[in-house]
Each structure stands twice: as C-alpha cells, then as structure tokens.
C-alpha cells in the first residue's frame, strides 16, 4: 500500500490530527446521490490518488474517487460519510487529483450528531464548510472553527463531478467520565485522542503515523525523518488522550531495518496553560520519563522497569537518536 506522503504546502492541521474519515479506523461512505462513474467508497482510500491511462470500465474512464454522472436536471450531488469517531473537526483536504475536465465547480460540508444508526430525513445538518470554489487536479485545504463533535458529515458537490480524496483532521471525542482509574489505557492512541503537538522534521513520514492503531503496514506507514548531517536529535511531542500516569512504552519499529533510530528517550510534562507552539520550548526542559534505551531493527520495544516516575503527565516529548523511522509508539497508563 502506498501511504500519503508529506504536501510541503499542506497546513498545520494534516500534520497533527488524525484523519477521522479514514476507512481504516472505521470511516464509511454510507449513501451517495450518485456514483454511477466511480464509487463513493473510493474517495475515502488512504493511498493517495493515481492515474492509470487507458484504463476503462463499463461505465467509461476509471476514476480514482467518488464521481457522479453528468446531471441533466436540477439540483446537486451529495455524499453521506460516517466518521471514524464522533470528533471535533479541525480542517479538510477536498482533494481533486487527476479530475480536469469533470471536478465539481463548488462544494459544501455539513455535519451532524447522530449517536446511534445513521442519518435519517429528519437529521438536523449544520453547515461547516460555505459553498467553496474548486479547482481541478488540486488539494483544498479548508479550516474549520467549529467546536461540535459530529459523526456524519455530508459533502454536496454542485452540480455533479469527481472528488478524489476527501480527508477529515480532527479530534475524536471520546467521553472518559465513567472510565477506571486502574485500568491501563494506550494514552497515546489517536483514536482516544492523543494528537501530535509538533515535530522537528517529517521528511519521509507524518508523526501522526505513530499514534495510529495496530503495527505498521510498511516503511511509509510510519514517521521517517531525513538523514540527519548536523549535531542533536530528532523529536516529537505527543498531547496525550488524558492526563494519566505512564506504566508501560512500546516503541515499534516496524518495517525499518536501514534507517531505525540508534537509540530512544522520552521525556513527560503535566502541562497547564500556555499554547501548543510554547510547548516546543519548554519541552527541552521536561523530566526524563525513559532515558536512553538502545533499540534494534524491525521489532516491538517494551519499556516497564525503565521508567522514571514523574507523576500524572499530560504531554510527551519523544527524542530519536539521532533521525531515522518509527512505525507506532504506545504510552499505556493509568488516568490521573
């Protein structure tokens, strides 16, 4: 599987949140106006968009996306998209790669709240993303400043036309108020919503990668920096899913034989106040949660009697040594 690679150009927000329209976490395209060209379920695809020449089917030119007839009436096309997880939705890539003569003019997002089943006629929609132009063969990044978590967004096209890609960066909400506090949780899973502050360098592969669930599918399924040519280290900061106390670290290198970091630590922080970009700086002074640990090739790393004890942390910082790749990274921990 070819995973996405890093857009130079693409915002903030593709880098530190999770893609909650992934189909690999549970995202669906459920209900479509039409998608008599190419199917619905094909703009949620991880991989990024190709082109194949002289590819065809029966309905004419293979398309990889969700791509509607030419529409000889009035109205529009739409598609209903069940998120991952119910999540506060900080910005979207309308992506229309490879679509030149047949992308839609304009598009607009609405949201809704259903927590059980799927959207009905009698669904409240709320409007997040105004009717916006469209270019063709580009990515459209839109921010969003809406703070309701939503399970189902629809997305209408006007009038007709193809998305390659849509992709959904937010927070999943997830309600901890009747959640033990001995049971260990993965604090830096994405889907619990732990999401990636910052990282000095993302060359090869999003750090985001390492929150996402299960073991790695490839090199590309990962975070990868480049090689590094001067002094120091490459590092990542985690905000974590809910403060909580650190019992266990799996450091996963997956896939990585040529380019594994030669050694790992992870420092922690219970955070209050202050922004994500202040983090960046005092980060360098957090307390050592795991000193340096040697780590090998390919392999599953568990760190348990390593660990320092500096109470309920909201937020790690973990430092590769000196670059190279890691494919997951798991904080398993008590709730403070």
């Not at 978590?149 to 189902?152: E, F, K, L, M, V």
């Not at 970091?261 to 420092?267: A, G, L, V």
């Given at each position: 599987m070819a995973l996405p690679t890093l857009d130079p150009n693409a915002p903030d927000f593709t880098r530190r949140y999770v893609n909650l329209a992934d189909p690999r976490l549970g995202a669906q395209a459920l209900a479509a106006s039409d998608d008599f060209f190419a199917p619905k379920e094909r703009m949620l695809n991880p991989e990024p968009a190709v082109f194949i020449p002289g590819k065809y089917d029966d309905n004419?030119?293979?398309m990889d996306g969700w791509e509607t007839r030419r529409k000889r009436t009035t109205g529009y096309d739409w598609c209903v998209v069940k998120l991952a997880r119910a999540g506060v939705i900080r910005g979207l890539d309308i992506d229309t790669s490879y679509f030149t003569g047949n992308y839609p003019p304009a598009a607009s997002v609405e949201g809704a709240c259903v927590p059980e089943g799927d959207p009905s006629a009698a669904t409240q929609w709320v409007e997040i993303v105004p009717s916006t132009s469209l270019n063709g063969n580009s990515h459209h990044y839109v921010d969003v400043a809406n703070e309701t978590?939503?399970?189902?967004l629809r997305v209408n096209i006007y009038p007709d036309g193809g998305i390659a890609r849509l992709r959904v960066y937010g927070q999943p909400h997830v309600d901890w108020s009747g959640a033990s506090r001995t049971e260990l949780f993965n604090l830096a899973a994405t889907e619990n919503g732990a999401y990636v502050v910052a990282a000095n360098n993302q060359h090869y592969g999003v750090a985001s990668n390492i929150l996402m669930p299960g073991r790695g599918e490839n090199m590309g399924d990962g975070w990868e920096t480049r090689r590094r040519r001067e002094p120091g280290n490459d590092w990542a900061i985690i905000a974590l899913a809910q403060p909580g106390v650190i019992r266990k670290i799996e450091v996963d290198t997956a896939h990585f034989k040529g380019n594994y970091?030669?050694?790992?630590?992870?420092?922690a922080a219970r955070v209050t106040g202050g922004t994500d970009s202040?983090?960046?700086t005092q980060a360098m002074f957090w307390p050592m949660l795991l000193g340096e640990q040697k780590l090998q090739?390919?392999?599953q790393h568990v760190f348990e009697s390593e660990l320092a004890a500096?109470?309920?942390v909201t937020h790690v910082r973990l430092n590769i040594i000196p670059d190279g790749g890691v494919s997951r990274l798991r904080l398993w921990g008590t709730l403070a």
């Open positions: 004419g030119k293979w978590a939503y399970t189902h970091p030669d050694r790992c630590s992870i420092q202040s983090l960046v090739m390919d392999k500096p109470g309920p």
